[in-house]
């Protein structure tokens, strides 16, 4: 049985769950670590600060590469 609702005509869904709960860990990674690190640095904490911009940086770096898979256009098929 193809995903989607019956009779909508929408066919297969081109969602993968696997893929967009990594994208939700890494933009929730993202988001957190550049509060604390900016946090860190503000109290002078600076190896502690370094390490949420590594976290930063990683995670922004898995979502540059995720989230345009996740946006791409599935090909429509054409028969003639």
């Known amino acids: 049985m193809e995903r989607g609702a019956r009779g909508s005509g929408s066919g297969p ?5 696997p ?14 670590s550049a509060l604390f690190g900016t ?8 190896t502690l600060a370094l390490f949420w911009l590594v976290i930063f ?3 922004g770096i898995g979502l540059w590469r ?5 946006w791409r256009v599935p090909q429509a098929s054409q028969s003639t």
């Open 13 to 17: 869904l081109p969602d993968s769950l």
């Open 19 to 32: 893929q967009a709960l990594l994208g939700w860990v890494l933009g929730v990674a993202f988001v957190y």
């Open 39 to 46: 946090g860190s640095f503000l109290y002078g904490r600076s």
């Open 57 to 59: 940086v990683v995670s």
């Open 66 to 70: 995720v989230v345009p898979g996740m």
